[in-house]
């Protein structure tokens, strides 16, 4: 199961509001996470109180994030170097965590890139119209793991920027969230057998100029994983934060996306409140 999950997770982000007591995230936290190793010694009573567990932790911030269409350039692109300030650090996402390495490329999206993409939805139809025939190029910072420390090293959530002109940033988000409309169920060839898949989407208030929460459900051998992506467009930014299946849930990652939502607006754009 893991494989399949591991390259879901993947998929999910192009080529990528709840809130507790102290005490009860703390517990959900160690639900969610393995316990550390066990030093070589017997751990002093200040030594045990120094272990840095980690511990996944809702955001607490509001879910909402301004738009910035009003101030956004039609034609003003961001570099990498320039998304990549945007990105949260590991404490949004909890209490030591280590963060994954993170990369950036160049973001590109074609007809024919995208049929790749969706090839099990595509079936027999040699020609969707549903794929649309624009290309889009632009920018990405990167698409940025954070990891629980542990054996396995289990990501908790994908973060993900782009910057295109903001025509072409408002018709992709239109084109993904049709795709996905498009392509509600069918099954796919994973790395251990057949699975089912099943996309539906959202739209999501007061999160930038625009947004929509991604739906992603993966049925194998009787196991259902269910993964959130929040896709928010902040004028020509694109924004999306994958909450990753069994590690986060739909608040905790509508919440964290507006998170960057808002860091995207403040530190790129810099009028007024995020």
Partial sequence: MAPMLAAAALVVIPTLAG?????????????????PASANSSPSPSRTQQTRTPEILPPTGPATASGRDAVAGPQRVFTGEELKKAILP????????TGGDGFAMAFESTPEQRKGRWQYCILGDENPAWLGTAT????????????VIGNEGEAVAVQWLASLPVASARDYMRLEQDIRRHCRSFSSDMEAGTAGEEYSVEPLEGLGDEAYLEIHEISYEGDVRTEYTAHVRIGGVLVAVTGVAGMADRDDTVRW????????????YGTGQG
């Fill in 19 to 35: 809130c507790g007591n102290e005490a009860a995230q703390t517990q959900r936290g160690k639900s969610k996470t393995p316990q």
């Fill in 90 to 97: 590991d404490s949004a996402f909890g209490r030591h965590l």
């Fill in 136 to 147: 889009y190029r632009g920018t990405e910072a990167a698409a940025h793991t954070q990891r």
């Fill in 257 to 268: 996306t507006a998170h960057l939502a808002r860091e995207v607006g403040s530190t790129l």
